[in-house]
């Protein structure tokens, strides 16, 4: 679970990725930061989906 930030591995920086719903619905796209982070701070509490689209890796974030 995480409340603002997810910390990616370093090989990920400048990596495109993308935030989806539950349902599917992409919310947020964006690079990598150089400190291999991602903000969620905009989103609401809930369930989302990470896709790094160029690794095809995917990942389920708790945001409380």
Do not use: C, M, W
Not at 24 to 51: H, N
């Amino acid at each position: 679970p995480t409340s603002d930030i997810i910390h990616l591995l370093e090989n990920l920086i400048q990596q495109e990725y993308e935030v989806y719903t539950t349902f599917g619905k992409i919310l947020l796209t964006g690079q990598v930061s150089e400190s291999a982070t991602v903000s969620l701070s905009q989103l609401t509490p809930g369930t989302y989906f990470i896709r790094l689209p160029q690794t095809q890796q995917y990942a389920v974030v708790v945001k409380y």
